[in-house]
């Protein structure tokens, strides 16, 4: 806006300039108003131009007072014009630089091709969950609308080989096939599998006769936008209490801050080798297995004996804190190994034991309050509101905001 008002006022103080001029030669030399303005036209260029005019005494001086306000004024507006190209050229060219020193360090990343509505909300979830990303359109407003808040983001079509070079297909770790049409999707599918044949591919698809082909090409994830929608519908009409409970795909909805996730047991991680049953997975993270996925076998609730191994799939509900507990005992890196001393084994079974007791006390506090509940007198109120999970990144809750307000469907 700073920038703007300096060529307006450049503007301003140029029309004022030639107004006086031509007020004044008009009064002074009693001039047509056509030629008046040639003249204060000529105060900006005054070399060469002195000549022309036959001026009086008192005209001569006045036209040589202002010529000489007529350079100033007139380096003034192209001092600022120039600032404003140059600003404008040298941030651009400093943040195309440093976007495409962040692109290059990308690794293990996801690339999101489409910048549709969908995109909004995987972007929410990547930025919650912490996950690299770079997105591909052919948008130039979108992408600059990104890239002013630090998103990564490359212009262009994400079926071309260069694009998705540039975005770092070779090492990424998955890529969104989101646009709006079946035939953009496929023609991404076709060209990054060829480039990356290792990495995942998700695509959304629009018209289910695709589906094969989209299989036929190298998708591992297919998604077919309506027959998800329809299910969800029919699934919030058939079951309203656990659609209530659940969000889409396992996230709880905003009254719960609890999630489904996936998390993989890496080698030397402290739940390798040993039983659900003594691995205390409760007492230490809080967290609940619901489901263990080993290779083409998928166990719906696990047994307590069942032992777990390395490159087991689970999937954990819980709290983010409780899910990221999880984790640490997951991954290889953990500080809670195995300790098989006599020490160790002993801190496991007082641990379990301290687990069971804190249970059973929360669970009788839990009874109490809820036999106090029900002989209250009703209120008018429902008592405290569950904790709400984090909130989304206000970066894109503004770009939202103001895509909204520019279609027409935002609060003015």
Not at 253 to 259: K, M
Request: proline content about 3%; some cysteine; glycine content about 8%.
């Amino acid at each position: 806006m700073s920038r703007l008002m300096k060529i307006i006022k450049s503007l301003i103080l140029l029309a004022i300039h030639l107004a006086m001029c031509m007020l004044g030669y008009t009064l002074i030399e009693k001039w047509a108003p056509l030629t008046a303005f040639r003249a204060a036209i000529h105060t900006l260029f005054p070399f060469g131009y002195v000549n022309i005019y036959m001026f009086s005494q008192v005209g001569f001086k006045f036209n040589t007072v202002m010529s000489i306000l007529g350079i100033g004024v007139l380096i003034y507006v192209i001092s600022n014009v120039a600032s404003l190209i140059m600003e404008g050229r040298l941030k651009s060219l400093l943040k195309v630089g440093q976007m495409d020193k962040k692109i290059s360090r990308l690794k293990s990343h996801y690339i999101i091709c489409g910048a549709g509505e969908i995109c909004w909300f995987i972007m929410g979830e990547f930025l919650e969950a912490n996950l690299p990303f770079i997105v591909i359109d052919k948008n130039q407003e979108f992408i600059d609308e990104l890239t002013e808040k630090g998103i990564m983001a490359l212009k262009g079509d994400s079926s071309d080989n260069k694009i998705l070079e540039a975005a770092g297909i070779k090492h990424a770790k998955g890529l969104l096939a989101i646009h709006s049409t079946d035939l953009e999707n496929l023609l991404t599918v076709m060209s990054s599998r060829q480039m990356n044949p290792d990495m995942r591919i998700i695509a959304a698809v629009t018209d289910n006769a695709n589906c094969a082909k989209f299989k036929r090409f190298g998708t591992d994830t297919i998604i077919p936008v309506s027959e998800v929608t329809g299910r969800r519908i029919a699934a919030a009409a058939v079951h309203p209490t656990v659609t209530s409970f659940f969000d889409m795909d396992g996230r709880a909805n905003e009254g719960i801050a609890g999630s489904v996730v996936e998390v993989e047991l890496e080698q030397g991680s402290y739940l390798v080798d040993r039983p659900q049953k003594s691995s205390n997975i409760l007492s230490k993270t809080g967290a609940t297995i619901l489901c263990l996925i080993r290779g083409d076998e998928i166990q719906v609730n696990p047994g307590l004996n069942e032992h777990f191994r390395e490159k087991d799939r689970l999937l954990v509900f819980g709290t983010i804190a409780q899910i990221n507990e999880f984790k640490k005992l997951a991954c290889s890196g953990d500080s809670a190994r195995k300790d098989t001393s006599g020490f160790g084994l002993f801190r496991e079974s007082f641990g379990s034991l301290f687990g069971n007791w804190q249970r059973r006390v929360k669970k009788s506090i839990n009874n109490i309050s809820k036999s106090v509940k029900r002989r209250a007198p009703k209120s008018g109120h429902r008592g405290a509101r569950m904790k709400k999970p984090a909130e989304r990144p206000r970066v894109l809750e503004e770009l939202y905001a103001a895509r909204l307000r520019k279609a027409g469907r935002g609060e003015e």
